[in-house]
């Protein structure tokens, strides 16, 4: 089937006090905002190279996911405090939608479903870069897309730490996609999209569940970091501070000592960068002082490759 504009935004549908598990939707999405809280981790980074850094989400963004599942099984008390869901767990599941289930162990029985997606805070792009493109029919009332930004503790090494997720209605994300595809975002070409028909929730591996747009030549559809939803959500993590110094400012460092052409211009980076840390007045001396530790590490790591 293919689906022509409509100009009606989608609301949200969520679970309602009538359904018999609402209580535990809302304890679950507490829980998931509560992850940077319980969030540890064996995973330990050292070594790498300065240039290397934005390839990070590649290398442990599944080993992360992985963990966060592991965390919310650890936590049950904080979304099953009166043990009414004790036969039930969070499983991954491979190549299939949605990425997490919580599934009674004994049956097929499924309470709801997380599409779980890892960002790495300090990667080039200063958004999350997931494509979520599974058709609403395949999300079930109670279902999330969940994003966790993380970074290394200190910034260029150490053990990943978590900062609070994104949290969204799996749904409702996969019906303003295809509303700000069609009658929000600007172009010329074809906005029709080709929805599958047949499909409902937790579908198998084999199923077709993607909406495919008629026109996708920047290969965006699904981008929802682009269809502004997440936008006040993206700039209350731009002023995260790591080491006293704002998300952005590490990321606009970083972009630039990775896209640098040589080494003098790679230090003129770091230098800019402890010019800025020195002069800052809202940077607490211990805080300074480890990020000028960092700084000088890097020039180390720059040195190594030389």
């Known amino acids: 089937m293919t689906k022509r504009p409509t100009e009606v935004a989608p609301s949200r549908v969520l679970p309602q006090p ?4 609402c209580q535990l939707y809302k304890n679950i999405r507490e829980a998931i905002s509560s992850l940077p809280i319980y969030f540890r981790t064996e995973t330990h980074i050292s070594s790498i190279m300065a240039t290397d850094l934005h390839t990070l989400n590649t290398v442990l963004g599944a080993t992360i996911e992985e963990q966060v599942v592991r965390t919310l099984n650890l936590i049950r008390n904080t979304w099953d405090s009166e043990e009414k869901y004790a036969l039930y767990s969070f499983v991954r599941q491979a190549q299939t939608f949605p990425d997490v289930l919580l ?14 997606k890892g960002w790495y805070l300090l990667a080039k792009e200063a958004e999350p870069s997931l494509r979520f493109q599974a058709t609403a029919a395949a999300c ?33 994300a996969a019906d303003y996609r295809n509303y700000h595809w069609q009658c929000i975002r600007r172009t010329k070409q074809d906005t029709r999209i080709e929805i599958p028909s047949g499909i409902g929730p937790y ?58 052409t040589t080494d003098v211009e790679a230090r003129l980076a770091l230098e800019r960068l402890r010019h800025r840390v020195q002069q800052a007045t809202d940077i607490p001396s211990p805080k300074a002082q480890a990020t000028l530790a960092i ?12």
């Open 140 to 172: 079930a009332k109670r279902d999330l897309i969940v994003v966790v930004p993380w970074v290394l503790g200190n910034v260029i090494s150490g053990s990943p730490i978590l900062f609070e997720p994104f949290v969204e209605s799996a749904k409702y």
């Open 103 to 116: 599934r009674k162990s004994s049956t097929d029985e499924i309470l709801l479903g997380i599409e779980l």
């Open 203 to 260: 579908p198998s591996k084999a199923d077709q569940i993607l909406d495919r747009p008629s026109s996708d030549g920047g290969g965006n559809f699904g981008r929802l970091a682009r269809t502004g939803m997440m936008d006040a959500y993206m700039r209350k993590l731009n002023d995260v501070r790591l080491c006293g110094i704002k998300t952005i400012y590490w990321r606009q460092f970083l972009k630039a000592f990775q896209e640098s």
């Open 18 to 21: 009538g359904d018999d598990h």
């Open 295 to 306: 700084i000088a590490e890097l020039e180390r790591l720059l040195d190594l490759g030389e």
